[in-house]
């Protein structure tokens, strides 16, 4: 068990905690949350996901990409 220090919360996962099962490429609104004012993908460690879930976003939003629904970059 690793020891939190006292102004770390606890991060729960938003897709098993809202039990969404699927991660759709289509939902932007939903995708622009785990990226960063620079179009990457936010980490594990900072967005609280869980791996299982983090790996089908990160597809879902190289999806949406490829698909000109996000952008890969702002600048």
């Known amino acids: ?11 729960y996962c938003h897709f098993c905690v809202n039990g969404i099962k699927e991660i ?12 960063s004012s620079y179009g990457k993908i ?16 990160a597809t879902a939003i190289k999806r949406s990409r490829y698909m000109a629904l996000l952008p890969y970059t702002t600048r």
């Open 42 to 57: 936010v980490p594990r460690r900072k967005s609280g996901v869980c791996s299982k879930h983090q790996r089908k976003l």
């Open 1 to 11: 068990m690793v020891k939190k220090s006292l102004f770390e919360k606890e991060k």
């Open 24 to 35: 759709d490429y289509k939902n932007t609104e939903l995708l622009r949350r785990y990226t």
